[in-house]
């Protein structure tokens, strides 16, 4: 009745959806960042072994997340499930080993530069900050970024990760 | 998804490919689930739901699922996802949130009056051939 449409407020307007493929070596902490986004424990977490799409809601967007295995096994398939994503985001740890980041900084690169993700935006995060051998913001961008691409660089309030992101 | 509650888990995973052995499954054998809720649940609007499965050595090249959800001949919600390429040996989970359409007065009435004609199937497909079927069917007069 028409009663009813006047005093009754509708359904809020659903939130936009984002596909965003999520990718980084194993160990880097993917699995873990998304659990605590969701707010879920992640003391049970073992090592992602495939594909894992988790609904990751923010107050204004929900993000449909596709993360990825980052073990050598896995991270030869990352490329198949790169159409259709709108953004990414890649995890590296900042306190990994010189022979680790310099993996990390190579796929990093090969998904800067390949076709199906080089015109998104990327979210690139250096997590493990809380760790006594993380490597400092200008360290991790330097050596891990050093492009001509635009970006730039901001700190989380926890400070348990550093955020560089591309504009 | 809204506070967070966990309203019931299912762990026994689907399996999708055998060890290298890629003949067709018996489409009569699948699986029959029954939930029982209470009314509250059908004034949900949103319901999360994970489904894991696991992979056999030979990779998938599209893995489909089409779920769909009824009361009586009244198709209430139709779900379709493609996961796409599935990795040989993996272990996969699909976490997705349900949106239920707005249910009127009298359906949601007819459907606690009435257990269990609520029903879904659930259609998995593997390189577009149909691999398993599975059904469930609901009620929600269910109470403390």
Known sequence: SCFKTLCCKGPPPPRPEYDVVCIGLT???KTSLLSRLCNEATDNIIPTTGFSI???PFQNAIL???ELGGADSIKKYWS????GSQGVVFVLDSASSEED???ARTELHLALQHPQLCTLPFLILANHQDKPAARS???VTQYSLNTSLPYSVSHSVAKKFLVVLFV | METGMVLFEITKPPTTGRQGDRTDFDQNAGRFVRYQFTSAFLRLRQVGATVEFTVGDVP???FRMIERHYFREQLLKSFDFEFGFCIPSSKNTCEHIYEFPPLSEEIMREMILHPYETQSDSFYFVDNKLVMHNKADYSYNGGP
């Open chain 1, 80 to 83: 198949r499930y790169y159409q």
């Open chain 2, 60 to 62: 998938i090249n599209n």
């Open chain 1, 64 to 66: 449909n997340v596709k």
């Open chain 1, 27 to 29: 160990g880097s902490g």
């Open chain 1, 101 to 103: 980041l310099e993996v």
């Open chain 1, 54 to 56: 988790k609904a990751v």
């Open chain 1, 137 to 139: 913001v200008q360290e």
